[in-house]
C-alpha cells in the first residue's frame, strides 16, 4: 500500500489533514504578510524621522550660518569699521568676535588688496604680520582664494562663501567675505570684511546638540568633497574623516532629501542625506542597519513563538474535531460490516441528535428489522422441518 493511501486514505487522517491545512495556512500567510508589512513600515519609519530631522537640522545650521553672515554685513554697517581707523576697527572687530561663537577671525581689506587690520579670537595671531601690506601682491598660495575673491567681490558687490585650508593647522574653514561701503557715500565701495568660521568647533557641535538624535543615530556634516566636520554619535569604531555620497560629477540637489543604506567601514548603514544650501555643505543622519532590525528580530522571534502555538492549537483542535467527526461514521462503517457478516444483534451507541446520531438510529432499526426477520426466518425452517 503506497503511504498516500496510507496517510490519506483513512477518514480521520483526511479530516486532520484538512483541519491542518485551512487552519496553518491562513496563520502562515497573514504572519508572513504582517512581517513583510512591519518591515516595510518599519524601514519607511526610520527613513522619514530622518528626513523630518534632516530638514529641521538643516535649516537650522542654513540661518545659523546665514545669521553670521549677516553680522558680519552689520560690521561692516558701523561707522568704527568705515572710518578706516586701526584703533576704532579693532574695537569693534574685537568686540564682533567676542559676541559670535563660530568666527574664528576677521579681516579687513581695502579695494587695493591692502590689510588694514585683523583680529584674532584666540593667541594664534596667523598672518597679523601682513598688516599694511597688499596681498594682491604676496605670492604665497595661501591667499590664491583671496586675491580672486576679492576681485570679484570688486566687480559684484555680493557676498561670497569659499572653503580655505590653513597648511599650519590643517584645518578647514568657511570663510564668508562681504563688501563695506562709505558711510559718506553708501554706494561707494571701499573694501571688504573677510571672516573664517570654524565649523569643526564646540560651539556648532552645542548648537546640533538641542535636536536630539533617536538611540543608535548619528549625525555628520560634512563638506561636498567629503571632509567630515561635525559627527555626533558614532559612526565607526574610529572618528570619521571623509563620507560621501554622490561622486565629484554629481551634486547633492538643496531640496529634497536623498534616503538609503550604505557600506561604511564594511557595515551597512540606514542614512538620509540632503544638501545645505548655500554653503556647499550636506547633513546626513544616519542608524547602523542591524539596529534598525533588531527590534525586527525580536518581533520575528515572538511571531515564530506564535505561530508554534497555533501549530499546536491547530493540531490539537484538528485531533479532537477529526475524531468528533470521524468516530460516528467509523462507528458506523463498523456496524454496517458486522452486520454484513451476520452479526446483526450489533448496534451502535447513539450520542449525538445530528445527521450521524439519525444514521446511527437508521442502523440500529435496520438491523433490528434484519434480526427479527432472521429469527422468523429460522423459525419458519424448522416449523417445516419438523413437519418433513
Do not use: C
Not at 10 to 16: G, I, P, V
Not at 335 to 340: A, D, E, P, T, Y
Not at 350 to 371: C, K, V
Amino acid at each position: 500500500m503506497k503511504f498516500s493511501t496510507l496517510l490519506f486514505g483513512r477518514l480521520r487522517n483526511r479530516t486532520l489533514a484538512f483541519f491542518l491545512f485551512t487552519g496553518l495556512t491562513p496563520t502562515l500567510l497573514i504572519s508572513a504578510y504582517l512581517l513583510v508589512k512591519v518591515r516595510t513600515d518599519l524601514l519607511e519609519n526610520v527613513m522619514q524621522t530622518q528626513r523630518h530631522s534632516i530638514e529641521t537640522i538643516r535649516n537650522a545650521v542654513s540661518h545659523h550660518l546665514m545669521s553670521y553672515e549677516r553680522g558680519l554685513l552689520t560690521l561692516g554697517e558701523e561707522m568704527d569699521v568705515q572710518s578706516l581707523e586701526p584703533e576704532r576697527m579693532a574695537r569693534a572687530m574685537s568686540q564682533f568676535l567676542f559676541l559670535s561663537d563660530l568666527f574664528y577671525n576677521v579681516f579687513f581689506f581695502d579695494l587695493e588688496g591692502m590689510l588694514l587690520w585683523a583680529e584674532y579670537k584666540d593667541r594664534y595671531q596667523g598672518n597679523r604680520y601682513l598688516l599694511g601690506k597688499n596681498v594682491l601682491t604676496q605670492e604665497q598660495e595661501d591667499f590664491d582664494d583671496i586675491k580672486e575673491n576679492l576681485l570679484q567681490l570688486k566687480k559684484t558687490g555680493q557676498n561670497l562663501r569659499l572653503w580655505w585650508t590653513d597648511p599650519q593647522q590643517q584645518r578647514t574653514y568657511l570663510q564668508i567675505m562681504t563688501p563695506v561701503y562709505s558711510f559718506e557715500d553708501p554706494a561707494t565701495l571701499i573694501g571688504m570684511l573677510s571672516a573664517r568660521i570654524r565649523l569643526k568647533s564646540f560651539e556648532l557641535e552645542e548648537m546640533l546638540s538641542f535636536y536630539p538624535l533617536a538611540a543608535g543615530e548619528y549625525l555628520v556634516i560634512a563638506d561636498l568633497e567629503g571632509s567630515v566636520f561635525v559627527e555626533l554619535g558614532k559612526v565607526a569604531d574610529r572618528p570619521l574623516r571623509r563620507l560621501r555620497f554622490v561622486s565629484e560629477e554629481e551634486r547633492l540637489d538643496e531640496r529634497t532629501v536623498g534616503s538609503g543604506r550604505f557600506t561604511i567601514e564594511g557595515n551597512e548603514h540606514l542614512i538620509s542625506f540632503s544638501a545645505i544650501a548655500g554653503f556647499d555643505l550636506f547633513i546626513a543622519i544616519g542608524q547602523p542597519y542591524d539596529q534598525v532590525v533588531a527590534f525586527l528580530r525580536h518581533l520575528l522571534n515572538s511571531l515564530a513563538v506564535q505561530i508554534l502555538l497555533a501549530v499546536i492549537l491547530v493540531v490539537l483542535l484538528g485531533v479532537y474535531f477529526s475524531d468528533h467527526l470521524s468516530a460516528p461514521i467509523l462507528a458506523l462503517v463498523e456496524g454496517i460490516n458486522r452486520v454484513g457478516a451476520g452479526d446483526t444483534s450489533h448496534r451502535i451507541t447513539i450520542a449525538r441528535d445530528d445527521e450521524l446520531g439519525q444514521a446511527s438510529a437508521a442502523f440500529n432499526t435496520m438491523a433490528s428489522n434484519l434480526q427479527r426477520q432472521r429469527f422468523l426466518e429460522s423459525i419458519w425452517k424448522r416449523t417445516w422441518r419438523e413437519r418433513d
